[in-house]
């Protein structure tokens, strides 16, 4: 296969916990393109964070879409913006949190995988709305 693509308006989400305050836009991952690595836009509702968490060997990605947030790495806190990347290193515990006043949206890249695309599709799928399709197709 010479390339994969992913078509946002038939793409799939789901959102790990019913509690969460994020969810995730499948876009590529082991299940769709026999990859080690997971591509996801990450949407966080206003006000919503991820649980704190941490990977054991796998880098993880953000760069922001739309929107603005936080940071919290080990302790240390850094502010998050449109355009903005950001690179977690293994063994960091961190959480990204929305501070801004409507959705943030980061395509979020973890190498490897780590279970994390399974984790993502065992929960509960995620309709989207109208804001977010006008979000990830750049209108």
């Known amino acids: 296969m010479a ?9 799939k989400a789901f959102r790990i916990s019913p509690k969460d305050t994020n969810y995730f836009v499948m876009l590529f991952d082991k299940e769709t393109d026999a990859i080690d690595n997971i591509f996801v836009i990450e949407i966080f509702k206003t006000g919503g964070a991820t ?3 941490e990977h054991a060997s796998a880098h993880e990605f953000f760069h922001v879409l739309h929107g603005e ?6 302790g240390k806190t850094l502010s998050i913006k449109t355009g903005d990347s950001l690179l977690l290193h293994p063994g960091s515990e961190h959480v990204i949190e929305n501070t801004g006043a409507g959705k943030l949206y980061t395509l979020t890249v973890m190498i490897p995988n780590e279970g994390f695309a399974e984790l993502i599709r065992g929960g509960e799928p995620v ?6 399709i006008r979000v990830l197709q750049g209108k």
Do not use: H, M, Y
């Not at 947030?69 to 080990?74: I, K, L, S, Y």
């Not at 309709?127 to 977010?132: G, K, R, S």
């Open 127 to 132: 309709e989207l709305d109208a804001e977010d």
């Open 69 to 74: 947030g936080v940071a919290r790495c080990d």
């Open 51 to 53: 649980p704190p968490n």
């Open 3 to 11: 390339f994969s693509a992913a078509n946002i308006a038939k793409a």
